[in-house]
Every structure is written in C-alpha cells, then in structure tokens.
C-alpha cells in the first residue's frame, strides 16, 4: 500500500526525465558554453585560441559598441508586437465568437504559413515589397510614396516581416484563452446594463488575459531575437541586434562579444518577462 | 426595509401605474424546433408568478425572451405601454439569476454584487453591497472569488447580483436548486418577504411544485412550449384542466368514463357501471368518453360495507395491494375490479387500524372534489418517471 502510493508519487518525476535529459543536453551544456564564452578574453582569436578570463568587462564593451541595435531591437518587437496584438485579437476574437462552424478551418489557416519554410516566405515578401513591385508602383501612384519612396530596406518592412511572421503565435493562445469563455457570462453583463462594448472591456477582455500575456510573450521574445527579417526586408540602417551577434559570430569570430551580446539580450528579456508577468498577474492590470 | 428599494431612479417610473409584464402570442423556434409555441400571459405589476414544467419545456427560453437575451420569432413582449420585445438586453429594467449562476469569474463577489450599480453609474456602492450580501448571508465572503464559494453560496451570490438592481421585473431560472432543504425554505421565505416588501414582479421558474404553490400568486404549468394552465395555486390543484396539470401538479386518479349529460349544476358520467357526479365548473370535456379525476387524499377508504362519510355512490370490490406509512398518512393501493389501481392517501387519525394488505375495500369520494376531464389526452401526460 505504502509503496504503491509512494510509486505514484514519483510517477511525475519519471515521466519528466526525457525532457529534463533533453533539456540538460541542448540548453544547459550549451548555455554553459555561452556563459563561458561571453567572459573570454578578447584579445584571443581563432589561432590563438581563446581563454576563459572571467572579463566582465565584455559586458561593458558590447553595451557601449551595440546599444542602439539593441534598443532598436526592443523598439521593434514592440512594435511588432502591438501590430500582433490589435490584428491577432480581432482574428481570436472572429474565430472564436462568430466562426461557428468554420472554426476548424480558420484556425487551420492561421497555422497554414508555417507549411513553408520562414525563410522562403520572408523572402517572397521582399518581392512583394521590391522597388519595381506592383505595391510600390501602385504606392507612388496615387502618392502615398514618393517617386523615389521605398518599402523595401525601411523599419516599416521590417516591422512588417515581424507582424506577419509572429501572427500566429499571437493568434493562437489569444484564441485558446477566448474560446474558453463562457459566453453565458457576456450575456449576464449584457443582463446587468453593460453595453456590448464595456461588456468586452469589463467581461472579455479580463477573461482574456491569460492569452493576451502568452501571446505577447510569444511574439516579443522571438521577435526581439530575430534577425532575419531584418537581415531580408531591412538594410545596414535596420539592424537589429540579432543581426549584429550572427555577424561577430560568423564573420567577425568575435566569440567573446558575441557571447556577452547574447547574455546581455537574454538578461535583459528575462528580467522584462518576470516584471511583465508579475503585473500582469495582479489584478489591476484589468 | 430599504435594502432593494434605494436605488431605483434609473429604471422605475413610479408615476406609471399598472406596469404589467405581457406575453402576446410569444413564439420561438430553433429551425423546424418549436420551443415556445404562441405563449399568451399577463404577470400583474408586484406579483409572485410561477412557471412550472417539466425539463426542456421551454422555460428558460421564456425568460431569455424576457430578458432580451433571445428574440422572439413572433409575437410581442411589453412592460405596461412599453414594448420590449426588440429591446437590448442592457437597456431593459429586468435581470435574471440565471440557471447557471453567470457569476464573473474574474471579479470578487462583491465586485460581481456591483456590477449592474456601476454600469448605471452608481457610484457609491459599498453600502448597497454589503447590504446585500447580509441579507443572502454571505458578509463574511465579499472578498472571496466565485470558485471559492460552494453552489449554494454561488446561487446567493447570483440572486444578490440581480436583486441589488431593483429591477422591474425579476426572472429567476430555478435559483434555489442547488440549495439544501433548510436552506431553500429559508430563502423561499426571504425571497418572498423581498418581492412582497419591495413589490416586484418576480417570474420564478422551478422544477419544484412544492415551492411554486407555496411561493406564487399565480402558477403557470407549462409544457412541450405551451401553457396548459395557469392560475392561483390552489386552482391549479383542485380543478386542473388537463391530465398532464392533475398529473404534474401533485397525484391523480384517472378513471375511464362515459358522459351522460348534464343535471342540473353537476355532470352524471357512468364509471364502471357506476354513476358519479361531477360539479359543472369541474367539467373539461364536451360528452362522450371522459376522465373521471380525483386526488388521493379526496379518496376515502373503509373496509366492505364499512362506513363511509360521503354522500354518493361508492366502488366496491377493491383489494388493498401495497400500504406505505409515511408518518402523518398512509398511502395505499387498490386494484379494482376492473383491474386499475387507484391510489389513496389516509390521514393517520388513529380512527382505526392501517388496513393490511390484502383487505378488500369500497372506495368513495365527495362529488364536489372530482374533476372531468378530456379522453382524448394521454392519462399518463405528465407522471413522474418511475411512479406508476
Ligand atoms: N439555442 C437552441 N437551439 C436549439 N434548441 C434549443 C436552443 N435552446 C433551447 N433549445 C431547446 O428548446 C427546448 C426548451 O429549452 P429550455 O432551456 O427553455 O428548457 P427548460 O424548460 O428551461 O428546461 P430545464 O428545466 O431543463 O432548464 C429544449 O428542448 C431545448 O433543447
Ligand atoms: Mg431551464
């Protein structure tokens, strides 16, 4: 009796070991090596070889070179984050309450983009967006663009290519946390003088928290890492931060900087992501 | 007291008498699904209103119209000269506890209390709220949030959400069901002293006919999307007009019967060879066949050739074939000759002896208690499952 218990007790344990023995192989080994690498000595290079000095002032150095990619980075995601926000939410909220039976199929073609490679789809938007596109000429047609205006290699494709790329994983936990929604209860607010609009504000949207942090979670992180969008859709004026690691990395084998621009990306996510979630959490968010 | 009755400016007009809740030829279909089917009903401003049926009888769906919540495919719905069949939900002086509670997960319960007072604008509702939760007992759980709360506690917090409204008009969807025994009687008695108090109508919707005789004015059994019958409760029980009324609304016995015709102010119907007469106003059938109805209580029973204290004809050759005590009463069975069983429920007097089972018996009843019914319907309409 006792044992069976105490079997079930570790039952959880043992179901998690795959994942914990996965996770020890591709992120702690390697995150180690990150860690290690962002305190080399700068002075090393890939004759020399490189020593671990514990130079913390790597850190410093990057921060001083590469603060406005990086804060350009932030500006970005957020951006494309909010772009994901407004647009994913009238999608969720769409599938979710009027869909009816097309439901399945609309969540289906939410997920349809990531059929084809990222990359080949980035890079069909940079045909769309070209400069001798029918967009572009349609565009300086009717003078929105100059004649000499452009969409390609600006911040607004840029942000774009981020919006249209992270839709989906805006979209699909906002639908999660909708759909969940007992719409019994937007009836009883309707039922208690709330007008269809502060019914949404007073009864959806604080339902539909939950998603709405996911969602940006989802969208923000990835986003302020990426590097392909601008690497595709922007030029030398649109880099993001992500862009100047792969280069210091690939091209420059400047491994220290590399790591400590790295580290400093992922300190700087990870404290916003715990301060953003402890608002969120507490109650007057809504 | 004030509890309900302070903030009230928004939706009552008190200059306007006579705000009667009228249902006109009200129907509503789902596709080739008739639901409620040309529902005509009055609801006197300040009355207690019942409506009583069986499940899926399309009840709820009555209040959703009511409330706004669901568009009638016909007919009209009016508050006094107001016609709110079309009207938004949040601009009706009506709000509903609902079936299933509604509360708002992500508020507090005294937030949820508030909630219809803020949309009006009201902004000083500590007061009303906490009155409010005092009168459905829940002071102490104002802070807490709707899981935490049990389902009793969950129907309080439901029915405070909407009473602290003060509405017109009050619908409530078998708010008491979760509810214990004790419980439910307590709050059938404050739900009452409120509505009486503070002089609402209330559309109480309940599966329980105890509670809606006890509670209402006036009980409206409905059934299959139409009402069968409506009235004050005692109506209902004495002189129900269809079987599936004396059926639901307590116990009958139905007896096949000839009609013989009118006699003055009674109808002569031959059941089995026997003649019964049956009071005028009594009578739901033109002639031909019929259904001769009386409650198990209005029957008396004595042993054969026993006394009986009633003045006409009496059914012989019964036989005792089931006797449950129930404390206060007794209830038998008696097959007759004729091989129907007929129910009978005694006081227990203590006059004589619980007969055994077994004893054969005469059967009586007071002609003035009987009722006559229509053979076309279904004698079986509305018996509870499993009581045969
Ligand atoms: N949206 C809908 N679509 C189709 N049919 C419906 C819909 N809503 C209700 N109905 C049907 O209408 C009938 C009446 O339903 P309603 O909810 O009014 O029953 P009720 O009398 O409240 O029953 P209960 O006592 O079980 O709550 C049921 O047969 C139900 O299946
Ligand atoms: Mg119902």
């Not at chain 1, 999660?176 to 009864?203: C, N, Q, T």
């Not at chain 2, 003060?166 to 008491?176: A, I, K, M, Q, T």
Request: proline share 5%; with cysteine; hydrophobic share 45%.
């Amino acid at each position: 009796m006792a044992r069976t218990r105490r079997r079930a007790r570790f039952t959880g344990y043992w179901l998690m070991l795959p994942s914990a023995l996965w996770l020890a192989l591709f992120f702690l080994v390697p995150f180690y090596s990150l860690i290690a690498m962002s305190l080399y000595d700068p002075e090393g290079s890939s004759l020399t070889g490189y020593d671990m000095t514990w130079h913390f002032a790597n850190y410093v150095d990057v921060v001083q070179a590469y603060w406005r990619p990086l804060l350009r980075s932030f500006w970005y995601a957020a951006l494309a984050t909010l772009g994901c926000l407004l647009l994913g939410y009238v999608l969720a909220y769409a599938i979710a309450f009027k869909a009816g039976r097309w439901k399945n199929l609309m969540l289906v073609l939410v997920i349809a983009p990531f059929f084809t490679s990222f990359l080949i789809r980035t890079l069909s938007w940079k045909l769309i967006l070209a400069d001798d596109g029918w967009i572009v000429n349609t565009l300086q047609a009717v003078g929105i663009l100059g004649p000499d205006g452009r969409l390609l290699a600006t911040s607004f494709a840029v942000v774009m290519g981020l919006t249209y790329n992270f839709l989906p994983f805006m979209v699909l936990p906002l639908f999660a946390s909708l759909d969940k929604i007992d719409h019994r209860l937007i009836e009883a607010a309707g039922d208690l003088y709330a007008s269809p609009a502060r019914g949404f504000f007073k009864v959806t949207l604080p339902l539909s928290m939950p998603g709405v942090v996911a969602g940006t979670l989802l969208t923000f992180i990835p986003a302020a890492g990426d590097y392909i969008n601008s690497e595709l859709l922007g030029s030398p004026n649109q880099r993001m931060i992500g862009n100047v690691i792969q280069n210091l990395f690939t091209n420059q084998g400047d491994y220290a900087a590399a790591g400590a621009l790295s580290m400093t990306l992922m300190i700087i996510i990870t404290i916003g992501v715990v301060l953003y979630i402890r608002r969120a959490g507490t109650e007057d968010l809504v | 007291m004030s509890l309900v009755a302070d903030h009230d400016s928004t939706t009552q007009d008190p200059t306007s008498a006579g705000r009667d809740l009228e249902l006109r030829a009200v129907t509503k279909s789902y596709g080739a699904f008739t639901a409620v089917r040309s529902l005509d009903l009055v609801v006197p401003q300040g009355s207690f209103f019942a409506l009583l049926g069986p499940s899926g009888c399309g009840k709820t769906t009555t209040l959703r119209m009511v409330a706004g919540l669901d568009t009638p495919t016909a007919g009209t719905i009016s508050l006094g000269d107001r016609e709110i069949t079309y009207d938004k939900p949040y601009k009706r002086p009506v709000n509903t506890v609902f079936q299933n509670y509604a509360l708002f997960p992500h508020l507090d319960i005294s937030e949820n209390v508030a909630f219809g007072l803020k949309r009006r604008g009201v902004k000083e509702t500590k007061k009303a709220v906490a009155e409010m939760l005092a009168l459905v007992e829940l002071e102490s759980q104002g802070s807490k949030k709707p899981y935490q709360l049990s389902g009793g506690q969950q129907q309080r917090v439901a029915l405070a959400r909407a009473l602290i409204n003060n509405p017109e008009v009050l619908l409530l969807d078998e708010p008491l069901g979760a509810l214990d025994l004790k419980l439910r009687r307590g709050m059938q008695i404050e739900l009452k002293r409120i509505q009486t108090e503070v002089g609402l109508t209330f559309v109480h919707v309940t599966h329980d006919q105890e509670e809606a005789m006890t509670m209402a004015d006036t009980v409206a059994v409905m059934n299959a999307g139409v009402i069968e019958q409506m009235g004050a409760p005692s109506e209902l029980y004495d002189n129900p007009a269809t079987t599936f009324v004396a059926n639901f609304l307590g116990q009958s016995n139905l007896l096949a019967g000839d009609i013989l015709g009118p006699d003055g102010d009674v109808v002569k119907v031959s059941v089995q060879g026997t003649t019964v007469s049956i009071p005028i106003e009594r009578c739901h059938s033109e002639g031909g066949k019929g259904w001769v109805g009386v409650r198990p209580e209005k029957v008396m029973i004595a042993e054969v050739g026993g006394e009986i204290d009633a003045p006409g004809n009496r059914f012989e050759g019964g036989v005792v074939t089931d006797v449950s005590f129930v404390g206060v009463s007794t209830q038998y069975l008696v097959r007759m000759p004729w091989g129907q069983e007929l129910m009978v429920f005694e006081q227990n007097t203590g006059r004589r002896p619980i007969l055994a089972v077994g004893t054969p018996v005469d059967l009586s009843w007071r002609p003035e208690y009987a009722f006559l019914l229509d053979a076309s319907q279904d004698a079986k309409a509305g018996v509870e499952d499993g009581d045969d």
